[in-house]
């Protein structure tokens, strides 16, 4: 099992730069894991994506249906979204060079990872990838 982040995920319903490559990442894998902020991000994706006018109404509800159907079968493990996890991401930037660039959600993304013995996280966002490294993770982008 691989983690991924959001932007990750997202490739695999959108058809976006970098989806084909996303998509062999977790197709090879077989199952990828994620915190459960991320469901809640990817649904704020498509969504505008929908709003944006990338994709009709239509096409929102089916890709809404085969997230279903994609988590019925386990593809995504949603790891837990807690207080605590919060509260572990939040201990990070009090000890973390005042260089580094992170965002709250990545602080959450990385932490997960991090807390649930991961040794990578995938994505293509540049500033989680750069902050893995405080997290002792190395972060990977497969995107050509």
Known sequence: MIYCDTAYIAKCYLNERGSDEVRA??????RAAC???GRLELA???HRNLREGKITP???RIIFAQIDLDESHHIWTWLPFSP?????????FRSMKPTTYLRAAD???LTCASGNGFSEIFSND???LKAA???KIKGRDVIV
């Open 126 to 128: 540049r500033h989680l």
């Open 133 to 135: 490294a405080a997290f």
């Open 44 to 46: 704020a994706t498509i």
């Open 84 to 92: 605590d996890l919060i509260g572990q991401a939040t201990s990070r």
């Open 58 to 60: 239509s096409q929102s």
């Open 107 to 109: 602080a959450l993304h």
């Open 35 to 37: 915190c459960g902020f």
């Open 25 to 30: 990442l977790v197709r090879d894998a077989g």
